[in-house]
């Protein structure tokens, strides 16, 4: 059974202290990895798709790296706009997403 | 954003009745799925659609059916609610399976 842990839960940092977010992951044939932000209230948003180990993504102050068994995503000089929660997703060779239950992320001005 | 809208947003209903959630799209997407969040899991897949009247079952599709008549619309049925099934329900849609999914803002569910 495909298995996603996202770790820690909660994450409270001042803005501008940088942090990563785990996602560790136990999957039957990784196709793909995708990392979204949900914001209260709101479906998930697309950020990247990560296909391979090594493989590195940006955006803005986030960055999503992939190795054999978990992705990261580090956030860099965070702003409060950034606070929100931030799930995995892995894509296994039937393409039936399991997520992690998400990091929720609280940056303070 | 993906044209995805989900109706209705809110419903509050008993035991027992049946309900149905509607996802429409306008993005002419193949894949149309729908999910269940509820607090400390992770999304789970109830069931998805890969065409016109092409649907699979998901991690958790007991209790569920789907129907899928026209390439933009995708029908959630409870047809018998429960009190498990209270829950916050999204759509998503996506081009090919290998693609990411994008989101509707979900209907909340609350079943008495």
């Known amino acids: 059974e495909d298995q996603v842990t996202q770790s820690p839960e909660a994450l409270r940092l001042q803005e501008g202290e940088s942090s990563s977010l785990n996602c560790s992951y136990t999957v039957s044939g990784l196709r793909g990895l995708f990392w979204y932000r949900q914001d209260p209230g709101k479906g998930p948003e697309f950020l990247f798709t990560l296909y391979s180990a090594g493989e590195e993504k940006e955006k803005e102050r986030l960055k999503a790296t992939l190795t054999k068994k978990e992705s990261f995503l580090h956030i860099t000089a965070p702003k409060p706009e950034d606070s929100a929660t931030y799930l995995c997703?892995?894509?296994?060779?039937?393409?039936?997403?399991?997520f992690g239950a998400g990091t929720t992320v609280t940056v303070r001005a | 954003d993906a044209g995805i809208t989900q109706s209705p947003r809110h419903k509050v209903t008993e035991t027992g009745t049946p309900v149905t959630l509607r996802c429409h799209q306008t993005e002419n997407h193949r894949y149309m799925y729908w999910y269940r969040q509820d607090p400390g899991h992770g999304l789970r897949l109830i069931h998805y659609s890969y065409g016109v009247k092409d649907t699979d079952k998901g991690e958790v599709s007991d209790g569920y059916s789907v129907s899928r008549s026209k390439t933009e619309d995708f029908l959630l049925t409870l047809e018998s609610a429960t009190s498990s099934q209270t829950s916050v329900y999204f759509c998503?849609?996506?081009?090919?399976?290998?693609?990411?999914?994008?989101f509707g803002d979900g209907t909340r569910l609350s079943i008495l």
């Open positions: 998503a849609i996506s081009p090919e399976r290998s693609q990411p999914q994008h």
């Open positions: 997703a892995v894509v296994p060779n039937d393409y039936k997403l399991s």
